[in-house]
């Protein structure tokens, strides 16, 4: 019966499948500049959203208090590849990055 047991315990054991794991660390891109609002420098604290493929947020930032200045950091995995869009407080900016991943 003991070798029963082991036997089955061990077919059961290679039937399950293999699960990928994440990687712990994947590298990000810094995306920065400066922000404007109808032609001004933003004002502090103005949330910068970058948003992937089909409005996915792949990364977010706010002005900090001088000159408009703003950083993002977006990974590149999927849907953060390809064009990412900005929105400046919540409208959509004039600007896209387009972002690609080599092999």
Same mark, same amino acid.
């Given at each position: 019966m /003991?070798r029963?047991?082991? @036997?089955?315990?061990? $077919? #059961? @054991? #290679?039937?399950?499948?293999? $699960?990928?794991?994440?990687?712990?660390?994947?590298?990000?891109? /810094?995306? *920065?500049?400066?922000?404007?609002? #109808?032609?001004?420098?933003?004002?502090?604290?103005?949330?910068i #959203?970058?948003?992937?493929?089909? !409005? @996915?947020?792949? !990364?977010s930032? *706010? $002005?900090?208090?001088?000159?408009?200045?703003?950083?993002?950091?977006?990974?590149p $995995?999927?849907?953060?590849?390809?064009?990412?869009?900005?929105?400046?407080? !919540?409208?959509?900016?004039?600007?896209?990055?387009? /972002?690609?991943?080599?092999?």
């Amino acid at each position: 019966m /003991r070798r029963i047991c082991c @036997a089955f315990a061990t $077919v #059961l @054991a #290679l039937a399950m499948p293999a $699960v990928a794991q994440t990687p712990t660390y994947v590298p990000s891109a /810094r995306y *920065y500049g400066t922000a404007t609002v #109808l032609g001004l420098p933003a004002p502090a604290n103005v949330s910068i #959203l970058a948003q992937g493929t089909g !409005g @996915a947020v792949c !990364g977010s930032g *706010y $002005v900090i208090p001088s000159g408009g200045y703003y950083s993002v950091d977006i990974q590149p $995995v999927s849907p953060c590849v390809g064009a990412i869009s900005f929105l400046v407080n !919540g409208q959509l900016a004039d600007q896209l990055a387009h /972002r690609a991943i080599s092999d």
